[in-house]
């Protein structure tokens, strides 16, 4: 079974993420900051691409309690996930910094993509490396 955990290291901002593979649907949560929560729920599941029926694509499903604004975030994690990995993806993010500025704002949308890179790669890395049983 797949199961790590993930985490920026970039001085400013940083999220983490608990990755779970569930039978071949993955489950993400991703956190960070002073309160971290549940804020928004992204389901994403892969799909044929509408520009080129030979890659593939996502389409996401999207919920956020009311005053939170990690949809985006949610979003673009499970819609890249599904379509890269071709299976079934839920997404949790919640986090909160006080007074947050633009700046900072702007620093935790890169984090996000760097945090979503992170996974790419490790449940790249740890499905190779059940393939060869455990053998890089």
């Known amino acids: 079974m797949i199961a790590f955990h993930v985490r920026t290291n970039r001085g400013e901002y940083d999220l983490e993420a608990q990755v779970r593979l569930v039978g ?11 309160k971290p ?3 928004a729920v ?3 599941q892969p799909r044929p691409s509408l520009r080129d029926f030979g890659l593939t694509s996502a389409t996401a499903s999207v919920f956020c309690y009311v005053g939170h604004k990690e949809d985006d975030l949610a979003k673009h994690a499970a819609e ?3 379509a890269r990995f071709n299976t079934r ?3 949790t993010a919640g986090i909160h910094w006080d007074s947050l500025s ?6 935790v949308v890169e984090n996000g993509k760097v945090l979503v890179d992170q996974i790419v790669e ?3 890395s740890e499905s190779s490396s059940q393939r060869t049983g455990g053998r890089p």
């Open 42 to 44: 992204a389901m994403a």
């Open 89 to 91: 993806v839920v997404v």
């Open 37 to 39: 929560h549940i804020g």
């Open 80 to 82: 890249r996930l599904a």
């Open 122 to 124: 490790r449940v790249r």
């Open 102 to 107: 633009e700046e900072g704002i702007r620093k």
């Open 24 to 34: 071949d649907d993955l489950l993400v949560a991703i956190y960070g900051g002073e």
